[in-house]
């Protein structure tokens, strides 16, 4: 088992470039989720799906789309990067809605110039 | 409207001492799951320990336990006999029952254990 992993784990766009971050996980999970990171605060939802071809926004989910088109893998797209989407990004899955644990991946590092 | 509280940036313990970490929530969800996690400086998150709102007794892992005081609307992280692998970031997490999918966190504490 895998796990969570997450494709890449680095980038640098310029301003205004588009690129896809791809989360898998191996562990059946229906809940799947994308978080960003920035220094000195916690983690802020930005996007989840409670299954294969539903999406639903976070927190923070403005300036990014997310696909679920099989129920492994959870896309996050940014369409026109900006900086201030610079920022550590991790995605998560659960087993259900009830379930106590999310399961983390290895975090993709983002920075836009 | 979830709100998660961390007022420690940063502590230190000698090692082999308990230190405890401080987490403050608020909730209107008439039940809610309150978590720890944490984040050594490779950047994987790692999940400690949990406790329901509603369970009587405090959580308890290992060297790690959850102080949690309802009417407090506390959920404190204790951990005992501190290591030095134990330096890491920690995060305190909710997730109510009106948003199961949904975590909320806090800004984290940064814990150094000197030898």
């Known amino acids: 088992n895998a796990g969570v992993t997450q494709t890449p784990k680095f980038r640098v766009l310029k301003t205004g470039q588009s690129m896809t971050l791809l989360c898998a996980q191996d562990?059946?999970?229906?809940?799947m989720y994308w978080y960003r990171q920035d220094p000195g605060m916690g983690l802020r939802l930005i996007h989840y799906?409670?299954?294969?071809?539903?999406?639903a926004k976070g927190e923070v989910p403005d300036g990014y789309n997310v696909s679920r088109l099989k129920k492994q893998n959870f896309l996050l797209g940014l369409e026109s990067a900006a900086p201030s989407q610079t920022s550590v990004y991790f995605c998560a899955s659960s087993n259900d809605g009830s379930s106590y644990e999310q399961y983390f991946g290895p975090g993709t590092r983002l920075t836009v110039t | 409207a979830q709100k998660i509280t961390q007022t420690q940036p940063g502590m230190f313990v000698q090692e082999k001492e308990a230190v405890t970490l401080d987490c403050t929530y608020d909730t209107s969800d008439p039940s809610y799951g309150l978590f720890w996690y944490k984040q050594p400086s490779s950047g994987e998150m790692i999940f400690l320990i949990y406790q329901g709102s509603y369970d009587q007794q405090n959580a308890t892992e290992g060297r790690y336990s959850l102080n949690f005081q309802k009417a407090r609307k506390s959920a404190n992280l204790v951990i005992s006999a501190s290591q030095l692998g134990d330096s890491a970031m920690y995060f305190c997490?909710?997730?109510?029952?009106?948003?199961?999918?949904?975590?909320?966190f806090g800004s984290g504490t940064k814990l150094n254990v000197k030898p």
């Open positions: 562990m059946n999970h229906e809940y």
């Open positions: 799906s409670v299954g294969e071809g539903t999406t």
């Open positions: 997490a909710m997730m109510g029952s009106y948003n199961f999918n949904k975590f909320y």
